[in-house]
């Protein structure tokens, strides 16, 4: 197909939306993205996206409208980012990995003007909306979907251009409460974001870059997709972690770029294959969600794949810190210095003061890929930052060099195959059984997963609830990665002398616990993603 079209996109200097439009017009023939094989060339990307922000508008749908999707990777999927990008909505794709109630809480708090669901989903978007108070306009994804026709909004507005401020994602992730929060992040937020990126890790239209994380993290467009598409490389879309095919992706399409969290690391790494599979093409592999282990880093670094640690979170944007793979020998455990057009400093979380030169205390972020704030809590975001700074609740070391470490997280939530759990959110779905009286989760380590859940509950009194009973209640209610994966009855919780749960004296129960944990409670709790990361 030959690019013909001559939109009319007037947005300014960091609008989204004329990233594919400007690489259509470069590189109309070159491929954008090989979706299970199905390639794309940039033209005809550009040309429906374009389309459909056109019929987006032409609907009543522009500013202020939020468009939430429920899908997994794919090539309709990221038509419709771009349509969003190109008309002024903020895209907010949701986790199909939440049960029918968590899906529809987030859809109750998002408000979305329409929703966009792949039909693979259709099932689970259905019973989550019905459980919704307000039904917004529905449609599916795709060109016999959405493309073709979309519904006429509930209140058109008027149309006016695209500005930086404007939101662009709305990305929901797990903090130290219990419910899941939307991340504002506007236009001007992920040009910065992709700008450091670039200037960091460049990619270049020679590239290929596989994404394998799911489309409702922000790392699955602001860790090197988005920026490919901005210099016209080419994405392979993966819509599941398997790792025996992914190391047969990254030989058949030589694939140059990557991201993984360390769980996906790990599994690759010990698959049977991995041994013998040509890897070669592989010149930048991102590591993000977690801190690699030494030994891992050690291992692929040994196979020719040395590995970039990262650090962020979805409020920065999310990339923060980085350490190029060839400092890692150096700095084993590291997680570097921050990104261009990224300030940090690190506070005492007791005196608040700024501690300078080497020093340990909490990590503040600033700079332009900062949030925009929460989506409608503005009490949340003021607690999250403080005269402009982003205060990440994660404790870290800093080395005489500038290097960062990460030593522990202030906050409650732990980190399970690079999905974000919030005990409290856990905590609430246990107690919602008439059996339970109270409950704390913790993480504790685990070689694959990184982290995994201990549950501590106290029953109510008489009460005969088994394990297995409050697990099975608990796979109705939260997602699998959110599983505990032992729970432990106990008489009551402990306490601080001021009456806060103490939480570091679970944690080293739980520890001892999992030590002699019997292996195969593993397979009777289940994986935390489904298999998949």
Sequence with gaps: MTWTSDPVIDDGPHTIGRWLVDSAARVPERIAIDDR???????????????????????????????ATVSGNSTDHVVAFFACAIAGTAFVPLSWRLTPREL?????????????????????????????????????????????????????????????????????????????????????????????????????????????????????????????????????????????????????????????????????AADRDAGTADTSSLRLALVGGATMPVELQQLWAQRGVPLTQGYGLTEAGPNVLHLPASDAVRAPGAVGRPYPHVSVRIVDP??????????????????????????????????????????????????????????????????????????AEVEYALCLHPLVEAAAVVGVPDDVWGERGVAFVVRTPGAALSADELLAHARRNLAAFKIPVHVEFVDELPRSTIEKLARSRLRERARALRAHADPREQVETGSPSRGES
């Design 37 to 67: 094989g199905v390639t794309t060339d940039y033209a005809t990307l550009a040309a429906r996206a374009v389309a459909l922000a056109d019929a987006l508008r032409d609907a009543g749908y522009g500013a202020g409208d939020r468009v």
């Design 104 to 268: 529809s809480d987030v859809l109750t708090r998002s408000a979305p003007s329409l929703v966009l669901v792949e039909d693979e989903y259709e099932a689970l978007a259905g019973e989550a909306l019905r459980l919704c108070d307000r039904m917004p306009p529905t449609a599916v994804l795709g060109t016999v979907g959405v493309e073709a026709a979309v519904p006429r909004a509930m209140r058109p507005g008027s149309w006016r251009p695209v500005r930086d401020d404007d939101p662009l994602l709305v990305i929901f992730t797990s903090g130290s409460e219990a419910a899941p929060k939307g991340v504002v992040l506007t236009h001007a937020n992920c040009f910065w974001n992709n700008l450091a990126l670039a200037q960091a890790l460049p990619l270049t239209q020679d590239d290929v870059v596989l994404a394998m994380l799911p489309q409702f993290h922000v790392a699955a467009w602001n860790c090197q997709p988005l920026l490919a598409w901005w210099v016209g490389a080419t994405v392979v879309l993966e819509r599941s972690f398997q790792p025996a095919r992914v190391l047969q992706l990254i030989a058949d399409r030589h694939v140059t770029a990557m991201m993984g969290v360390p769980t996906q690391y790990a599994m690759l």
């Design 350 to 423: 007791a005196t608040g003061l700024t501690l300078e030169g080497p020093a340990t205390g909490e990590l503040w972020v600033r700079g332009p890929s900062v949030f925009a704030g929460f989506l409608g809590d503005d009490a949340a975001t003021a607690r999250a930052l403080r005269d402009g700074w982003l205060r990440t609740g994660d404790l870290v070391s800093r080395d005489a060099d500038g290097v960062h470490r990460v030593v522990d997280r202030l906050k409650d939530i732990f980190i399970s195959g690079g999905e974000n759990v919030a005990p």
